[in-house]
């Protein structure tokens, strides 16, 4: 096998907008004929590079070769000696399978009996034979993605990129698609990269795995190598809550070099010791010292995980679902939905402080405090102007693609939108939180549930600027917020929706009465 | 380029051989207009036979509906991940909108064909003439081109299916109302005759009016035909362009 690198990055950088680098400096080799995995959560960067080796994406700086060209000079030349399978299936749903290969191997030009020849060889290896001329629409998931892979090899590459190859596929179908490249790595001696967000996958299947975050490479090596780099056993130990005396008991561990290494991970603290047998006894008669109440402990050898945990501070287990990009991330940036990008993205550092939105610094979220209001009975604008409703609904994030359906934001796909989701929800007649549990607490403390992410922080700051009255909550202006304004109201003993007229769904789920006038 | 433009077109043709309702669905709005205004308002026109006045306008109004939908489904080819697995090969970029627009042409000169069968069945008087159907589908091919570029070009900018939707609507009808698609022009107030001088959709009308209807007028028809070429050329122009900036 020849030295030549297949895929050298240098110094590769990716803007997307200018406070988000998607890719930062990222520096990467990949050798000839081996499988490398780069493992990172969601937003790390995973698929941002894909797409620019895939010369489907531009970048901003750096230098990136592939099989030795220029992918920003040559990008002709490098699709030639590429294959690459995005996430999303790109094979065409009313055709079937041949006709998917066969139109994949006219696009790269090849000549007809080549690519037929190619289709047998493919279809054998992939045992797809018996389904190649039934339309995909009839495939299963696994099959699916088993096409969209050999459609990608039709014209013989030498680096195959997949990005999220197992995503939503069943545990059989993963197994089955893990052998599959495997095979295909030491049969064609295809060089691999794929990315991955499961540490299972870049464990069993790469020769290499590279952890990604934030989009830089933390830590590079084999699998082996990597877990050997955390000495000896993970311990790790759940708590009820993390406060100062877990925090202490953690910190004399290390201290008393019991554990060589401690990281905080939400209520659980990982204590690397160099043997689990010896330490974990130790451990607890410490506990039992300090009276520290531990509420679950398991042992096991370093893994990935633990490895990630490391170098980046946080657990891959931990981050959330699988961030696509959407259109409608591509329609925010260019600014025609500008409202959007503070719901996707910036929610995270917003939180809900009394009746105000605020940003990450504190300060209230320009957009939604100067511009319109509800004051009184009316919406005003930033100027103090009246306003009808229908104008004020267009500060909801209408323009992102999506509406109001009962109390919930939907989008486009009639999905909540995750950051509605996972936010609490009115069901029968109380505030649930994302997993169904009754928030009693909100109940009590009368505070309006927004979305996760502004979930209300104090009882006390929330009491001075605002309350509950009856159904409604106002300001310590006695106002009704605006954010709640433009949803439905309650009005005599029934809900109204924002143009006025009763919703009769609403009024069934709602018990309780109430004196407010209107 | 042309390789790869039949290679994809054939893909669509398939696709929509697959498909035979949708096609269906797009012709059953025209022949609703053409039973309606034929029965309707072929009473309140001074016309000799209304329905072979309208008849140009209702074919056109055929292309439009058939054509201004296309970038839908360009749409749903970049979300499903297709675009993106053309884009990786080293195909043509132009001949990807090519072919879509091309595919969308073609249907609806077939559309089109079927129009003008139930017209004659319905007792309009137009010609029957091979030569003269064929010129009036090279109207309607064009036609067709640039209007399919039109969408597709819109459905890359705005990057999204609602305001396509709005667009293709703003499209399709009020053009249809500002020509002499369905209103011969002594019938309008000035300003709508004015807005029907650069309406493609006037010179599109005219130019099948003239080689379908009596006698035939190939001056006018010359002159549609030109005009035709260069809108399906300014769009089509549009559109690849439009495409070529979709890499980031």
Do not use: C
């Not at chain 1, 995909?136 to 969209?148: I, N, Q």
């Not at chain 1, 059989?172 to 060089?191: D, H, P, V, Y």
């Not at chain 1, 009962?406 to 989008?411: F, K, L, P, R, T």
């Not at chain 2, 069968?117 to 036609?143: D, E, H, K, Q, R």
């Amino acid at each position: 096998m020849a030295n030549q690198d297949a895929i050298q990055i240098e110094k590769l950088t990716k803007i997307f907008s200018p406070n988000i680098k998607a890719v930062n400096e990222l520096d990467l080799t990949v050798n000839e004929g081996e499988i490398m995995a780069l493992l990172g959560p969601n937003g790390a960067g995973k698929s941002t590079t894909i797409r620019i080796l895939g010369t489907l994406s531009g970048f901003d700086s750096g230098k990136v070769l592939v099989d030795g060209i220029d992918v920003d000079l040559e990008p002709e030349r490098v699709r030639q000696t590429i294959g690459v399978v995005a996430q999303k299936t790109g094979v065409d749903y009313f055709l079937t399978g041949r006709e998917n290969m066969m139109l994949q191997g006219h696009l790269y030009r090849m000549k007809k009996a080549d690519i037929k020849a190619r289709i047998e060889e493919l279809a054998t290896h992939f045992e797809l034979d018996k389904s190649l001329d039934k339309l995909v629409s009839a495939y299963s998931g696994g099959m699916t993605r088993k096409l969209d892979i050999a459609t990608a090899l039709i014209h013989r590459p030498k680096i195959l990129f997949l990005d999220e190859p197992t995503l939503g596929l069943d545990i059989r179908s993963r197994k089955m698609l893990w052998k599959l490249i495997e095979q295909l790595n030491q049969e064609f001696g295809l060089t691999i990269l794929l990315t991955t967000h499961y540490l299972e996958e870049a464990d069993n299947l790469s020769d290499r795995v590279a952890i990604i975050n934030e989009g830089k490479i933390q830590i590079i090596g084999t699998p082996d190598e990597l877990k050997n780099s955390i000495h000896g056993d993970s311990v790790v130990i759940s708590f009820d809550e993390s406060g100062d005396e877990e925090k202490a008991f953690a910190a004399r561990l290390k201290q008393a070099n019991i554990a060589t290494e401690t990281v905080w991970d939400g209520n659980n603290v990982h204590l690397y010791v160099d043997s689990g047998a010896e330490g974990v006894p130790v451990i607890m008669e410490e506990a039992g010292k300090q009276q520290v109440q531990v509420k679950t402990l398991s042992l096991a050898r370093p893994t990935l995980d633990d490895v990630f945990l490391k170098y980046t501070g946080t657990s891959m287990l931990d981050s959330g679902e699988e961030e696509v990009e959407e259109w409608w991330h591509k329609w925010a940036g260019k600014g025609g939905g500008g409202n959007w990008k503070k719901w996707a993205g910036d929610a995270a550092e917003e939180d809900w402080e009394g009746n105000e939105w605020v940003g990450a610094d504190g300060k209230p979220k320009g957009e939604w405090e100067d511009s319109e209001e509800w004051s009184g009975n009316e919406w005003v604008d930033a100027k103090g102007n009246p306003k009808t409703p229908q104008k004020a609904e267009k500060s909801a994030p209408d323009e992102a693609g999506g509406e109001w359906q009962g109390n919930e934001w939907v989008n486009k796909e009639g999905e909540q939108t995750g950051d509605w989701g996972d936010s609490p929800d009115w069901q029968g007649n109380e505030w649930v939180d994302a997993e169904g549990k009754p928030k009693s607490d909100w109940k009590a403390s009368g505070k309006p549930p927004g979305p996760a992410a502004a979930r209300p922080r104090q009882e006390d700051s929330a009491k001075e600027s605002g309350e509950w009255q009856g159904n409604e909550w106002v300001n310590k202006d006695g106002e009704q917020t605006g954010d709640w304004g433009d949803s439905p109201d309650w009005q005599g003993n029934e809900w109204v929706d924002s143009e006025g007229r009763p919703r009769d769904d609403w009024s069934q789920t709602k018990g309780k009465k109430q004196s407010r006038n209107n | 380029m042309l390789a790869d433009t039949w290679h994809l077109f054939n893909k669509y043709m398939i696709i929509t051989k697959r498909m035979p309702l949708w096609s269906l669905f797009t012709l059953i709005q025209p022949l609703i207009w053409l039973i309606i205004f034929g029965q309707l308002f072929g009473h309140f026109v001074e016309t000799d036979n209304y329905m072979d006045f309208i008849m140009p306008g209702i074919l056109i109004m055929t292309v439009l509906f058939g054509s201004s939908w296309s970038g839908v489904s360009l749409l749903r080819e970049i979300s499903a991940g297709t675009v993106d697995k053309m884009l990786v090969s080293p195909v043509s970029r132009v001949a990807i909108v090519l072919s879509r627009v091309l595919h969308s042409a073609i249907q609806v000169i077939a559309q089109a064909l079927i129009i003008l069968a139930v017209a004659w069945l319905m007792g309009s008087t137009i010609t029957m003439n091979p030569f003269y159907i064929f010129l009036s589908m090279l109207i309607v091919l064009f036609l067709g081109v640039g209007f399919a570029a039109l969408s597709n070009g819109f459905a890359i900018t705005l990057q999204r299916e609602e305001p396509l939707v709005m667009i293709g609507n703003l499209m399709t009808l009020p053009l249809m109302f500002f020509s002499s698609a369905l209103v011969p022009k002594q019938f309008m107030p000035d300003w709508i005759e004015f807005i029907s001088i650069i309406n493609p959709i006037t010179y599109a009308v005219e130019a099948v009016r003239a080689v379908l209807v009596g006698p035939p007028d190939f001056t006018i028809f010359a002159k549609g035909l030109v005009f035709m070429l260069l809108f399906a050329g300014i769009s089509l122009t549009w559109a690849v362009t439009a495409f070529n900036s979709l890499r980031e």
